[in-house]
Nanobody
Framework: QVQLVESGGGLVQAGGSLRLSCAASGRTFSSYARGWFRQAPGKEREFVAAINWSTSYTYYADSVKGRFTISRDNAKNTVYLQMNSLKPEDTALYYC????????????????????WGQGTQVTVSS
């Protein structure tokens, strides 16, 4: 069982930055990819970004491309989401997710069904 713990959320003004962290622990020996999702009030959960654990290939939602950067630290078993130029529309509960294996290969990491989820960390962007 994989446990994911997010941190780094908070309140920030529009145009500001935050860095989210997702630390993993548990009995798994590998991960195919780690991703970030978010859910705002009244909206469905949406994909934000993901990174392949082995290759560092990254994939971003169009809404955050150019503003957000996902990265990983193998030694710490941690994935990060650097969020710059934040907008009020970015306000949401951000979740970290992990997928151990895939049955097909796709460049669209939003298409995968992730296996493990954290509790989320709140990001609030004020105007």
């Amino acid at each position: 069982q994989v446990q994911l713990v997010e941190s780094g959320g908070g309140l920030v003004q529009a145009g500001g930055s935050l860095r989210l962290s997702c630390a993993a622990s548990g009995r798994t020996f590998s991960s195919y990819a780690r991703g970030w999702f978010r859910q705002a009030p009244g909206k469905e959960r949406e994909f934000v970004a993901a990174i392949n654990w082995s290759t560092s290939y990254t994939y971003y939602a169009d809404s955050v491309k150019g503003r957000f950067t996902i990265s990983r630290d193998n030694a710490k078993n941690t994935v990060y989401l650097q969020m710059n130029s934040l907008k009020p529309e970015d306000t949401a509960l951000y979740y970290c997710a992990d997928i151990d294996r895939v049955t097909y290969y796709s460049a669209d990491y939003a298409s995968f069904k992730y296996d493990y989820w954290g509790q989320g960390t709140q990001v609030t962007v004020s105007s």
